[in-house]
RNA sequence: CGGGGCGUAGCUCAGCCUGGUAGAGCGCUAGCUUUGGGAGCUAGAAGCCGGAGGUUCGAAUCCUCUCGCCCCGACCA
């Protein structure tokens, strides 16, 4: 793409409603615009990178057995008050009357929905385990909506409900999801830790958050150090089959939020404890028949009797990811991006906006970039050498390779890693095969 | 929902206390000169001073009401 052509509009200055640092810098990069308070636009680049972190969720969900639908944003207060929420839930509920005068409400979550959905169409025992999931915007009408996309009112969420006939596969469903997550926010270049949850509003007995550590968390945590060594993309698991060790080796370690941990009761000494601050991305609950039980979810069981079914649901924040990932990973010039969330591989910068030869040159290394699937943004600008540099620091592509007067006389480009500041002359050649080679 | 702050040009802000023709920097447009880390000069465009009432000869400025946004706390993917 052509920063000419392209649609980023840059601020050189920190807008001033924005506190935090990913807020700030999706701003200040052109991802996204404020619409109303908790409520945003997503412009080209943001929404480039809510699909890249959208598309890696929906592969692990896939790979993990889950079938995707998609369920609507209203939804009708009926199905509320069969399960007992509609009292409950409170103001944070968008309550909306059509034009029938009938209730209807923007949905916060989709517990209601999915299971009648589930008790409609399953009757058998023998079409268990199902787990049924949707990646779609969700509304809770916060108090105080705050810090840009980590905690607006409209948020874009993947939430999953399992369906089983009894606790021992509502576990195994559970487990699944328990690994799904940790490869999902790995696979986004975050330490995502689970930590043991209160299961709060939702009931149940079993729950996690998955918290990433980022010295802009919201809240504190604690965790074993040995939870930073730790790669979980390294373990090759079958999700088919039996997936408990690994949950018990992935809950061994200790991880606390706050409100959980107890420095007097806490088994690991003092100088294996990390002492951070962290954001959830996830959270994942078992609540066995909780919405099944009011809203008769029930299967025929082996022997011919009716079963309410199991139930859990896990809730995955899409939205919120793209800022926390920017809280994970920035610097003072702006965002680094980790390539599998980069809205571009590659930054390509011509210094020389109106020179022929660095056109010329730029011109060649973008269609070649092109030609062999790099994504690459190419500032085609005629801007000063220092404006292009800041731009793209600011927007923080993995690479940026940079075409100048001084490299196109010697027969080189420059090529500069975003994250760790290397640069290196080399030819355009060595450069291309550096970029087109798998990652 | 308690407490606080702020609404003036696209952005960041001054002006308000003490009423008297609406300002700066950046950005934008045009031209010239520049060109390896947010260039310089010249000329321009750009505002219902958040909105509504009031006080006054006169209101961005004083008063009342209202709307919006932000921050701290309690609550949350």
Same mark, same amino acid.
């Given at each position: 793409?052509?920063?000419?052509?392209?649609?980023?509009? !840059?601020?050189?200055?920190?807008?001033?409603?924005?506190?935090?640092?990913?807020?700030?810098?999706?701003?200040?990069?052109?991802?996204?615009?404020?619409?109303?308070?908790?409520?945003?636009?997503?412009?080209?680049?943001?929404? #480039?990178?809510?699909?890249?972190?959208?598309?890696?969720?929906?592969?692990?969900?896939?790979?993990?057995?889950?079938?995707?639908?998609?369920?609507?944003? +209203?939804?009708?207060?009926?199905?509320?008050?069969?399960?007992?929420?509609?009292?409950?839930?409170?103001?944070?509920? !968008?309550?909306?009357?059509?034009?029938?005068?009938?209730?209807?409400?923007?949905?916060?979550?989709?517990?209601?929905?999915?299971?009648?959905?589930?008790?409609?169409?399953?009757?058998?025992?023998?079409? !268990?385990?199902?787990?049924?999931?949707?990646?779609?915007?969700?509304? @809770?009408?916060?108090?105080?909506?705050?810090?840009?996309?980590?905690?607006?009112?409209?948020?874009?969420?993947?939430?999953?409900?399992?369906?089983?006939?009894?606790?021992?596969?509502?576990?195994?469903?559970?487990?699944?999801?328990?690994?799904?997550?940790?490869?999902?926010?790995?696979?986004?270049?975050?330490?995502?830790?689970?930590?043991?949850?209160?299961?709060?509003?939702?009931?149940?007995?079993?729950?996690?958050?998955?918290?990433?550590?980022?010295?802009?968390?919201?809240? &504190?945590?604690?965790?074993? #150090?040995?939870?930073?060594?730790?790669?979980?993309?390294?373990?090759?698991?079958?999700?088919?089959?039996?997936?408990?060790?690994?949950?018990?080796?992935?809950?061994?370690?200790?991880?606390?939020?706050?409100?959980?941990?107890?420095?007097?009761?806490?088994?690991?000494?003092?100088?294996?404890?990390?002492?951070? @601050?962290?954001?959830?991305?996830?959270? +994942?609950?078992?609540?066995?028949?909780?919405?099944?039980?009011?809203?008769?979810?029930?299967?025929?069981?082996?022997?011919?009797?009716?079963?309410?079914?199991?139930?859990?649901?896990?809730?995955?924040?899409?939205?919120?990811?793209?800022?926390?990932?920017?809280?994970?990973?920035?610097?003072?010039?702006?965002?680094?991006?980790?390539?599998?969330?980069?809205?571009?591989?590659?930054?390509?910068?011509?210094?020389?906006?109106?020179?022929?030869?660095?056109?010329?040159?730029?011109?060649?290394?973008?269609?070649? !970039?092109?030609? &062999?699937?790099?994504?690459?943004?190419?500032?085609?600008?005629?801007?000063?050498?220092?404006?292009?540099?800041?731009?793209?620091?600011?927007?923080?592509?993995?690479?940026?390779?940079?075409?100048?007067?001084?490299?196109?006389?010697?027969?080189?480009?420059?090529?500069?890693?975003? #994250?760790?500041?290397?640069?290196?002359?080399?030819?355009?050649?060595?450069?291309?095969?550096?970029?087109?080679?798998?990652?």
């Amino acid at each position: 793409m052509r920063v000419s052509a392209y649609f980023m509009p !840059l601020l050189k200055e920190n807008p001033s409603e924005a506190q935090i640092v990913s807020h700030r810098l999706m701003l200040r990069a052109g991802m996204i615009r404020q619409v109303t308070a908790g409520i945003y636009s997503w412009l080209p680049l943001g929404l #480039k990178v809510l699909k890249k972190v959208e598309q890696i969720v929906r592969e692990e969900q896939d790979h993990s057995g889950a079938l995707e639908i998609l369920m609507p944003t +209203i939804q009708p207060a009926d199905l509320w008050r069969a399960s007992g929420r509609y009292d409950d839930y409170g103001k944070e509920m !968008l309550r909306i009357t059509d034009r029938h005068e009938r209730d209807m409400l923007f949905g916060p979550t989709a517990e209601e929905v999915v299971t009648d959905i589930f008790r409609n169409a399953v009757k058998s025992y023998k079409d !268990l385990p199902k787990n049924l999931y949707n990646i779609q915007w969700k509304f @809770r009408d916060e108090v105080r909506p705050r810090f840009g996309v980590m905690r607006g009112r409209e948020f874009l969420m993947k939430d999953a409900y399992s369906f089983d006939i009894d606790a021992a596969a509502a576990k195994r469903a559970y487990n699944k999801m328990f690994l799904a997550y940790l490869r999902t926010f790995a696979r986004m270049g975050l330490k995502a830790i689970p930590m043991r949850a209160d299961t709060g509003p939702i009931g149940g007995d079993l729950s996690h958050e998955f918290i990433i550590l980022a010295d802009t968390g919201e809240s &504190a945590v604690y965790c074993d #150090k040995a939870w930073l060594e730790t790669d979980v993309l390294a373990a090759e698991i079958d999700p088919a089959g039996d997936l408990e060790p690994f949950f018990q080796k992935w809950t061994s370690l200790y991880a606390a939020t706050d409100e959980m941990h107890d420095p007097a009761k806490c088994p690991v000494p003092a100088a294996d404890l990390v002492t951070a @601050r962290g954001i959830e991305v996830g959270h +994942i609950f078992y609540f066995g028949t909780k919405y099944s039980a009011p809203m008769g979810a029930v299967v025929a069981g082996p022997n011919g009797e009716s079963v309410p079914v199991e139930m859990g649901s896990y809730g995955i924040g899409v939205s919120r990811l793209v800022g926390a990932i920017i809280e994970a990973s920035h610097d003072d010039k702006g965002i680094v991006w980790p390539e599998a969330v980069a809205p571009f591989r590659v930054g390509l910068v011509n210094l020389r906006g109106g020179d022929a030869k660095c056109i010329a040159a730029s011109d060649a290394l973008y269609a070649t !970039l092109r030609n &062999a699937g790099v994504e690459t943004l190419y500032d085609d600008r005629d801007e000063s050498a220092g404006a292009k540099f800041a731009a793209m620091d600011l927007v923080g592509l993995p690479w940026q390779l940079v075409v100048g007067p001084r490299g196109v006389a010697a027969g080189t480009v420059e090529l500069k890693n975003r #994250k760790t500041g290397d640069r290196e002359e080399i030819s355009a050649e060595a450069a291309l095969a550096r970029l087109t080679a798998k990652h």
